[in-house]
């Protein structure tokens, strides 16, 4: 059976159909997966993706036990808040609704990504390159994501985090650290998987690797090896070259390497707009072998597409409002 995609968000996020109509357009043999709540259950249908509701996945001996051992671990400068929840309690209980659904519905391998992450290439072509791994990994290797081998591990990781919150001194480590050096972090999934991965020992590989020329991306706003460009809005990212039949690449740092094409953008910490171009251009994916080569000096980039208007006002008005919050 071919490996699912799941995504996991709570609210009903701008950027959020772009992300599930490009995972559908490039993907049409794989069933794509939204675990999320009633506000986001309209948009999921009308993406013609399957929804399921966290609450409904809410229940088992795990979950219980997060519940109670559950704290939250945080600098004085740390804002935990994402659209009036408790952003730091579902980083870390997402991956308990996760593992009740592949348990319930028997799912073995499959795709795991952050909600603002745009897939922009068949990804069952890949699949094969990550046997004997338990795991991939992104986030600049610091979290579980993209392809993972089975629910097993999934379990293993949450029974990890449950352990790891009623480890006392462990705990009292991460507050002392966010109360001195890192008041602006906080104690996320993120640093469980780490302590996970080291004392589990389990086998993982990370994302973003390059493989015959092609890789998976892990923040576009980071470097990672990878020619930056700025962008009409004022962000800085990668710089990514639009090839004629839909698809994207990079340009290696190091002079001579070959243009890296690119199976998924995590758009992290970027505007509205830069998720409608990576869709519109997706749309422009003949049905025809992949180009090998692109000719760089001929190949437009994100940076010199139009910027919208609607969207140039959307931003706008977005950044006066963040300003008058602050200000409040």
Request: glycine share 6%; hydrophobic share 35%.
């Amino acid at each position: 059976m071919s490996a699912p995609i799941i995504f996991c968000h709570y609210g009903n996020t701008d950027y959020l159909k772009y992300s599930l109509q490009c995972a559908l357009l490039n993907n049409p043999g794989k069933n794509i997966i939204l675990l999320g709540d009633t506000a986001n259950r309209q948009i999921a249908l009308e993406c013609r993706v399957t929804h399921y509701l966290f609450e409904d996945l809410d229940y088992g001996e795990e979950i219980e036990q997060f519940n109670a051992v559950y704290r939250l671990i945080q600098g004085k400068k740390h804002d935990h808040k994402r659209g009036g929840k408790d952003w730091v309690n579902f980083v870390f209980k997402r991956y308990f609704y996760l593992y009740n659904y592949l348990s319930k519905h028997n799912v073995g391998s499959f795709w795991h990504f952050d909600s603002d992450t745009m897939i922009v290439n068949s990804l069952g072509q890949f699949e094969p390159g990550f046997a004997g791994y338990d795991c991939t990994e992104q986030c600049n290797g610091m979290c579980m994501n993209g392809f993972i081998a089975s629910s097993d591990i999934v379990k293993r990781y949450i029974i990890k985090i449950n352990e790891l919150f009623k480890r006392e001194s462990y705990i009292a480590q991460q507050q002392q650290e966010f109360e001195s050096a890192n008041q602006g972090f906080a104690f996320t999934e993120m640093r469980a998987y780490q302590t996970f991965k080291e004392e589990e020992k389990i086998k993982t590989v990370r994302l973003n690797r390059i493989v015959n020329n092609f890789s998976f991306d892990d923040c576009l706003c980071q470097e990672h090896g990878m020619k930056m460009e700025p962008l009409p809005s004022g962000h800085t990212c990668k710089k990514i070259y639009l090839a004629g039949s839909g698809q994207f690449f990079f340009e290696p740092e190091k002079a001579g390497s070959k243009p890296v094409q690119i199976n998924t953008l995590n758009l992290s910490w970027l505007p509205l707009y830069v998720f409608h171009i990576v869709m519109e251009h997706s749309k422009h994916k003949a049905e025809t072998q992949l180009e090998e080569l692109i000719t760089l000096n001929k190949t437009p980039t994100l940076a010199q597409q139009n910027f919208p208007l609607l969207f140039r006002l959307k931003y706008l008005f977005s950044r006066i409002q963040t300003k008058i919050t602050k200000l409040l």
